[in-house]
């Protein structure tokens, strides 16, 4: 019987050689090379990471990645960025309303405040809840845990991906003063609130922000210590380096909390790769054509692979700092918009260019976490036949026709986002956690615990120092104040007080921690409060400042207390130069000048945020 059944099988595989040969290879399209068990098991690796680079396709929903790649890559094809990453899964993106009900079809300002916060919001909110309250970022949170940021785009640097993480505010679209004035009246500053997006982002100060949206920066701020003064004066005058080209950009050999970098390349957003007809009605049964480059196609000095590479160049020049950097390819859903094929498949290609660029540098760094993802689903889909709705017809690159179809809007109308799930791929300390089906706003706590970040921003403010250059100075006449450990505040508002007067001294931008107040001493003799306050966490330090009367000698500096008994007789028991650290907020609240209440009220808002923050992480990992 074996030998018979040796001799059948032998012929079933002999005989219709010619009939199946083409099957041979199963038609070539596995792309798995034999077990990947151990392959994925190494894959596999435990955090902390030292850096996290997201990588953000707007839109790129999983047919967007499909046409991409049938169609620059082929069917079997696979790209070398979007598609290499070792461990994927899937995330849901829905948004909230303002209810607290699902909202199946979400945007791009709820879902980047899902990932940017962990928390869901309602569609055009920037990293607030339902309720309106900011929420810390990832880029805020990384840079009050010490670490360099980055935030890339080829958007406007305003709109909603970037946006999320350096803002919060109830609508996308209040880029600068104008339209927060007329829309986003409740966040203007002149009416005490944060600010524009724009305003926002200058005040955070991430360390290289590079994108388009440079028109905005030309408005004039209506309030504020820069009031009257463009956007661009202002970034000026609070020294970032700015940059318009890709000659500046790449003249720019550093970039850090002193001079952090600003490059805004177009007034708009960025013209993409490639360029074809828009699908129309009964598009599909036109003759197939292929994608062209786009004559206005910025320099590839701007590519978003170069402007990636630059910013981690830029991020990772300190090698014991880690970084956070966000990079969205935003056009893969402004194209999918528009119903333009070609447009939306350059983009994803640029987005590819750029995660290849991104996975270098985490193989050679060996600990940084990468993870690729979208915001939403979109549009696009392959079908078989012309749709009764808008369609085009493309030659892919391996000579086959691919016909597109966007079936959700009328044409000349903008196509719609859709509710579908999307893909989530990570490499490095802490993947793993991309894995299965998880939300959007997992990819929160995914980031903040590969980084360990300390998510509670006032905690990262407490040991806060106030020092004075002078513990005594003559009446009228100007000391120093230095703040240091104000870690996670961006604004420290500082005065100068007594039982009888408060006067302010003045808002600074926090560097470093550090706050640097040049301050005119009152007028009247006498024992002061110098108080300094971090606009963000609402911490306070103070020091003791002594006026003396003209004619008399200053009081020596002495050492802070206890002081020795009579050591210097007049000067007073908390003559120190060290500071006070840390008056309760509540305390602080209550002394606080009006004129920095706002900011205060804001603070207060950011830490119940930080609260809830620090709550959700720890009932996810079971530590409450
Ligand atoms: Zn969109």
Redesign the pocket.
């Known amino acids: 019987m074996a030998a018979a059944t040796g001799l059948i099988a032998g012929v079933s595989i002999l005989a219709p050689l010619g009939a199946y040969a083409a099957t041979d290879d199963h038609g070539g399209a596995a792309r798995n090379d034999g077990d990947k068990t151990a392959a994925v098991r190494e894959s596999i690796v435990d955090g902390p990471a030292k850096n996290v680079i997201l990588l953000i396709g ?2 790129m929903g999983d047919s967007e990645i499909t046409v991409a790649r049938n169609y620059a890559e082929g069917a079997a094809g696979a790209f070398a960025g979007i598609d290499a990453l070792p461990l994927t899964g899937q995330y849901t993106t829905y948004a909230l309303n303002k209810d607290g009900t699902p909202n199946y079809a979400s ?2 300002a709820s879902t980047a405040s899902g990932w940017s916060t962990g928390t869901k919001t309602n569609n055009g909110a920037l990293s607030v809840d339902i309720a309106g309250t900011p929420q810390s970022t990832l880029l805020e949170l990384a840079k009050a845990n010490g670490l360099r940021t980055g935030n890339v785009s080829t958007a406007e640097i305003q709109d ?1 991906t970037p946006g999320a993480q350096v803002a919060h505010i109830s609508a996308r679209g209040c880029y600068g003063p104008v339209k927060t004035t007329a829309n986003c009246a409740a966040e203007a500053l002149e009416n005490g609130g944060l600010g524009s997006i724009s305003e926002q982002l200058l005040t955070l100060r991430p360390d290289v922000v590079l994108g388009g949206g440079s028109a905005t920066f030309t408005e004039k701020a209506v309030a504020g210590d820069w009031a009257g003064q463009t956007l661009f004066e202002q970034a000026a005058d609070r020294d970032y380096q700015l940059v318009s080209d890709a000659a500046g950009l790449d003249a720019v050999t550093a970039a850090d909390q002193s001079a952090p970098v600003l490059g805004l390349f177009t007034p708009g957003n960025f013209p993409t790769r490639w360029i074809g007809p828009e699908a129309s009605v009964g598009g599909g049964d036109l003759a197939p054509v292929s994608c062209t480059a786009n004559p206005e196609r910025l320099d590839t000095g701007l590519s978003l692979a170069s402007l990636t590479d630059k910013a981690i160049d830029l991020l990772s020049a300190d090698s014991e700092q880690g970084f956070f950097l966000q990079v969205e390819g935003a056009s893969i ?2 194209r ?2 528009a119903a333009d094929a070609c447009g939306q498949i350059g983009e994803t290609i640029d987005l590819d260019e750029a995660v290849q660029s991104a996975l270098a540098f985490a193989k050679a760094d060996g600990n940084t976490l990468v993870v690729v993802t979208a ?2 689903a ?1 549009t696009s889909q392959i079908v078989g036949s012309t749709p009764p709705g808008l369609s085009v017809a493309l030659t892919t690159e391996e000579g086959s026709p691919m016909l597109v179809s966007y079936g959700t809007a009328e044409a000349g109308e ?1 196509q719609q ?1 859709t509710g579908s799930q999307v893909r989530i791929a990570g490499y490095g300390p802490g993947a793993a956690n991309v894995l299965g089906l998880t939300d959007q706003t997992d990819l929160f706590f995914t980031s903040s615990n590969a980084l360990a970040l300390n998510t509670n921003l006032r905690s990262l403010s407490a040991a806060a120092t106030l020092t004075l250059d002078q513990a005594a100075v003559a009446p009228g006449a100007a000391f120093t104040a230095t703040g240091a450990g104000l870690a996670a505040d961006w604004r420290a508002t500082s005065e100068v007080s007594s039982s009888a007067s408060t006067d302010p001294l003045g808002v600074v931008d926090v560097i470093d921690g550090r706050a640097v107040i040049v301050g005119t001493a009152p007028t009247a003799p006498g024992q002061y409060t110098v108080t300094l306050t971090g606009a963000q966490t609402g911490v306070s330090v103070s020091s003791v400042l002594t006026v003396a009367a003209a004619g008399t000698t200053p009081a020596p500096t002495v050492a802070p207390t206890p002081a020795p008994a009579g050591a210097v007789p007049g000067t007073g028991p908390t003559n120190g130069v060290a500071a006070g650290v840390a008056a309760a907020v509540g305390g602080l609240l209550a002394s606080t000048g009006a004129q920095v209440a706002p900011l205060v009220g804001i603070a207060a808002l950011l830490l119940a945020a930080g609260g809830v923050l620090v709550v959700v992480r720890r009932r996810r990992h079971g530590v409450l």
């Open positions: 707007d839109g945007e791009s909603a859903d402004k999918d918009h915001d939403h979109h903008s986002h």
